[in-house]
């Protein structure tokens, strides 16, 4: 079976639905008996089958494609915290009415590309969105990405229609979702009258995976790109994290990604640049953890000089509201933290760094708060039994050559 979902889930005659499609039937959603959940059967289906799906104790929900607020509504009176994100800001305005003084907060946003920054959930919840994704795996892995270890992700799915069925059958999501999870099952929801509040014959179903509980961390990338003393930066804008903020040009390695390759795209597509392997070096390596409670990332810091495949220009205006030269020993002081204590470090000579940010920290860099960079440059490598027996085997004269030899073996990798 293929997993080119994008291509296989529906033919190329049917148009996925857009923003405008769904701001057009914001007001009217609520109608249909599974979308508003106003007919008590109907509601309490869903109750129940939220209950088994969801934590039993409160967790941190992400609900994509949130429409109105209504499963958010329920997963709330369960006791959950919600965030949903809708692209329709009629759909978010009316589930911000729904959940008024309730513990949630909805965002306008890509369901595929959450707004939601460094936040980690213990669950993402999603019905009838990932069929109208371009790019199914790609946000299945986003999503993964966005969870806590054993996180939970929770899809609902069908598919549609007889003449010219829409949707994602369940053997392609779960051919999708098997590489992510550590334990998922399918459960059939089209049996379910009271669901739908008709019967229906068309496939619907939920796939609700386990993620591995197992340490696992986000490889970022960071391009240094260099005109002479200075280097360009990226005023970040919408993204949810660090919005206002000066960062390096940056992104994540995607799965299957090099570290290179990976860097050599993200140039590509935020600076429309065309870098080649050889246009870029390994300028530092760095862990570093936004203030809690996200999640460790590894940084690599990549150089490249200017006029290397070809003039920067901002790409991505709706993530980027511009680009920058400032000087290296000159850096502002509105930058995101953990990117300019990678940059003076860079300029410092060193080659790998721990950036980890306390509770209470700021992830804009703050010129009085505490210094959270350290330098994990110089081994010794001649341990303190080898310097005894040193000392006991050799003359006065051996053990200074000895000594001085222990000097110059103290490396950075």
């Known amino acids: 079976m293929s997993n080119d979902v994008s291509a296989a889930a529906a033919p190329q005659s049917i148009v996925r639905p857009d923003a405008a499609y769904w701001e057009a039937i914001a007001a009217t959603y609520d109608d249909d008996p599974d979308h508003g959940l106003r007919d008590p059967v109907v509601r309490s289906a869903w109750d129940a089958r939220l209950r088994s799906w969801l934590p039993s104790a409160p ?7 949130c429409g ?42 890509e369901a ?5 920054g460094e936040r980690r959930f213990d669950v993402v919840l999603v019905r009838h969105v990932v069929w109208a994704l371009p790019d199914p795996a790609a946000a299945l892995r986003r999503w993964a990405g966005l969870l806590v270890p054993g996180g939970r992700l929770v899809l609902v799915e069908g598919r549609w229609g007889e003449a010219e069925p829409v949707g994602l059958r369940a053997g392609e999501l779960a051919s999708l979702v098997r590489p992510l999870a550590e334990f998922a099952v399918l459960e ?35 391009l240094v790109l260099r005109r002479g003393e200075e280097v360009l930066l990226a005023r970040r804008a919408g993204t949810g994290y660090a919005d206002g903020l000066l960062n390096a040009p940056s992104g994540h390695a995607e799965d299957g990604e090099d570290v290179r390759e990976a860097m ?50 901002n790409r991505e205006p709706d993530k980027c509201a511009g680009l920058t030269w400032h000087r290296l ?25 721990l950036h980890w940010h306390r509770p209470g920290d700021a992830v804009a860099h703050d010129p009085a708060a505490p210094d959270r960079a350290i330098a994990l440059d110089a081994t010794e490598t001649t341990d303190a039994a080898e310097t005894t027996d040193a000392t006991e085997t050799t003359d006065a004269a051996d053990t200074t050559d000895a000594a001085d030899a222990t000097d110059t073996t103290a490396v950075a990798p």
Do not use: N
């Open 59 to 65: 967790a941190d929900i992400l609900d994509l494609g």
């Open 68 to 109: 109105t607020g209504s499963l958010a509504l329920l997963a709330v009176e369960q006791g959950h915290r919600v965030t949903g994100v809708d692209r329709a800001a009629g759909m978010v305005e009316r589930a911000r009415a729904k959940l008024a003084g309730r513990e949630a907060a909805f965002l306008v946003g």
């Open 112 to 116: 595929a590309e959450p707004p939601v």
């Open 188 to 222: 059939d929801l089209a049996g379910d009258p009271a669901l739908w509040g008709k019967e229906v014959s068309d496939e619907r179903y939920a796939l609700v995976a386990d993620l591995p509980r197992r340490h696992t961390e986000v490889v970022d990338v960071h």
């Open 264 to 313: 050599i795209r993200e140039a590509a597509e935020e600076l429309g640049l065309r870098l080649t392997p050889e246009d870029l070096t390994v300028g530092l390596v760095m862990q570093h953890r936004a203030p809690p409670p996200a999640r460790p990332r590894i940084g690599w810091f990549f150089e490249a000089e200017y006029g290397a495949g070809g003039e920067p220009r």
């Open 329 to 353: 020993d000159a850096l502002p002081d509105d930058m995101v933290a953990y990117c300019r204590a990678g940059l003076e470090g860079l300029r410092a000579g060193h080659r790998f760094l």
